[in-house]
């Protein structure tokens, strides 16, 4: 994937915490190719270096995947499966500022990952196959959101593990943050 840098059409949405669809297409490439090119820079003994009960880099490469994979899988499915099954938004999205908010403080009351968004070890040598199956649901998702207009993104919802059900829009917003807090996880975590 191509990497991109943040452009001034981003840094100024972000300042009003709306994104438009192209908007979050662009953060979504741009945040996950950030992520995976930090993994994949890493030497073995960062790849693998976990300080106590917290996850190593693929460990977390490999919950991110899971994140993004099971979203993949649910973009595949036909819009109206999703109003069949949650129904349809009953409040306006939130702006960016104030789902990261709401994630933050469910992490802060103790939210954690559980279930199928558990990570297992990932080898050193496959950490490449792990980052590109990584981007590959990415792109995927990019392209599903194409067929998506900016209403049907406040309209269709989604359950979050965490968040409970949230607006499609909603939900690319917290996997373009997911991307950006656990690549400063790893950050923090290997500085020191």
């Not at 693998?48 to 595949?76: C, I, P, Y």
């Not at 349809?88 to 559980?114: C, F, I, M, T």
Request: charge should be positive; hydrophobic fraction near 40%.
């Amino acid at each position: 994937m191509k990497k991109e840098k943040p452009n001034l059409l981003f840094q100024l949405l972000n300042l009003i915490s709306f994104m438009n669809k192209e908007v979050i297409i662009r953060q979504l490439k741009v945040n996950h190719q950030s992520f995976v090119d930090q993994i994949v820079s890493l030497n073995e003994t960062a790849f693998n270096f976990s300080k106590e009960g917290k996850w190593n880099a693929g460990q977390t490469l490999d919950h991110l995947a899971r994140a993004v994979s099971t979203l993949r899988l649910a973009m595949l499915l036909p819009k109206q499966v999703f109003a069949l099954l949650y129904g349809k938004a009953n409040r306006p999205s939130k702006d960016y500022e104030g789902l990261v908010a709401k994630y933050q403080q469910k992490l802060a009351a103790g939210g954690k990952a559980h279930g199928r968004y558990l990570p297992v070890n990932i080898p050193f040598n496959k950490r490449k196959k792990n980052a590109d199956a990584l981007q590959k649901s990415v792109i995927t998702i990019c392209r599903r959101l194409n067929g998506y207009s900016e209403t049907a993104l406040d309209t269709y919802i989604l359950p979050h593990p965490l968040l409970g059900k949230i607006t499609m829009r909603e939900m690319m917003y917290f996997t373009i943050y997911h991307a950006q807090h656990h690549l400063q996880i790893v950050k923090r975590d290997l500085a020191g």
